[in-house]
């Protein structure tokens, strides 16, 4: 049953945010370590790539695709948050042997 909020939004729109909600928990299940959703990712690539899945399979090859994609660049943009926080002056600069010695 759909219901009009406080905030005047459309029952539609109402609808669509609660798909939405309950997508984002979907996906949530599925979370991976960075570099687990990596070699899923590869491999995904390598199966879309052979030319041997139905397109219903492409389909959602494609769809777990792109989540761990998402997933991916949130880990490697939270990494890089880290590391500005880190250091001492909130500036990434660029790695050198001598800088390490």
């Known amino acids: 049953m759909l219901t009009w909020s406080a905030s005047k939004q459309s029952p539609t729109r ?3 945010m609660a798909k939405a909600k309950n997508s984002d928990s979907e996906d ?3 979370l991976v370590d960075f570099e687990t959703a990596l070699a899923e990712l590869e491999t995904l690539v390598n199966q879309m790539e052979s030319g041997d899945l139905s397109l219903d399979a492409s389909l959602k090859a494609f769809e ?3 989540a761990l994609t998402r ?3 949130s880990a490697l943009a939270e990494a890089e948050l880290k590391i500005k926080v880190l250091t001492e002056d909130g500036e ?3 790695f050198t042997e001598e800088a390490a010695d």
Do not use: K
């Open 64 to 66: 777990r695709g792109i």
């Open 71 to 73: 997933q991916c660049q």
């Open 14 to 16: 109402l609808n669509t």
């Open 28 to 30: 949530t299940s599925q």
């Open 92 to 94: 990434l600069t660029e």
